[in-house]
T-cell receptor, first 116, second 112 residues
Framework: GAVVSQHPSWVICKSGTSVKIECRSLDFQATTMFWYRQFPKQSLMLMATSNEGSKATYEQGVEKDKFLINHASLTLSTLTVTSAHPEDSSFYIC????????????FGPGTRLTVT | DQQVKQNSPSLSVQEGRISILNCDYTNSMFDYFLWYKKYPAEGPTFLISISSIKDKNEDGRFTVFLNKSAKHLSLHIVPSQPGDSAVYFCAASGSGTYKYIFGTGTRLKVLA
């Protein structure tokens, strides 16, 4: 149980375009999901906390107008990278909080975004 | 500032021996700690966790030790297997936020 999927697994887009990444909890309902990004050989940096039915909470330094997060249902959160630039190229990972209310998060497989 | 640090970027261990991965933190408000294993281009996989009210938690080959006074935790893997080769991240959470602060990661290589 507790499987989280992401789509797409990789995407290449041109500068100036927008890209949407989906995160789904497949066998449980997730009231809270998280979005991270990871640069090569670096740690996972939390970008934002996504709560179903309310606005996302962004970490300091993350542009909310650039990284739009929507958590429209208990099984789906989306991250849209707007007006993408090459520096947005990264590995984006989502996670969902354990449905039993514990601290553990279950992570999706990640999405590799390359902006050309 | 890096609130959670893993000072060893890499570690090599012989198969069958013990692997010890270390993690230090600075924020005394953290009250829950976790270890995740990660392969390249994949999401992290949960291994083991520990609450700040405990000093040890064991699950099969994995044991996590917490020293609150030193703000230090460690993950012991015994015996180490080649399949354990991956990057290991420690993560800390606190004050009921459920947010994680990840460490910088340690790449473990278990040699056959």
């Amino acid at each position: 149980g507790a499987v989280v999927s992401q789509h797409p697994s990789w995407v290449i887009c041109k500068s100036g375009t927008s890209v949407k990444i989906e995160c789904r909890s497949l066998d449980f309902q997730a009231t809270t999901m998280f979005w991270y990004r990871q640069f090569p050989k670096q740690s996972l940096m939390l970008m934002a906390t996504s709560n179903e039915g309310s606005k996302a909470t962004y970490e300091q330094g993350v542009e909310k107008d650039k990284f739009l997060i929507n958590h429209a249902s208990l099984t789906l959160s989306t991250l849209t990278v707007t007006s993408a630039h090459p520096e947005d190229s990264s590995f984006y990972i989502c996670s969902a909080r354990d449905p039993g209310g514990r601290y553990e998060q279950y992570f999706g497989p990640g999405t590799r975004l390359t902006v050309t | 500032d890096q609130q959670v640090k893993q000072n060893s970027p890499s570690l090599s261990v012989q198969e069958g021996r013990i692997s010890i991965l270390n993690c230090d933190y600075t924020n005394s408000m953290f009250d829950y700690f976790l270890w995740y294993k990660k392969y390249p281009a994949e999401g992290p996989t949960f291994l083991i966790s520990i609450s700040s009210i405990k000093d040890k938690n064991e699950d099969g080959r994995f044991t996590v030790f917490l020293n609150k006074s030193a703000k230090h935790l460690s993950l012991h893997i015994v015996p180490s297997q080649p399949g354990d080769s991956a990057v290991y991240f420690c993560a800390a959470s606190g004050s009921g936020t459920y947010k994680y602060i990840f460490g910088t990661g340690t790449r473990l290589k278990v040699l056959a």
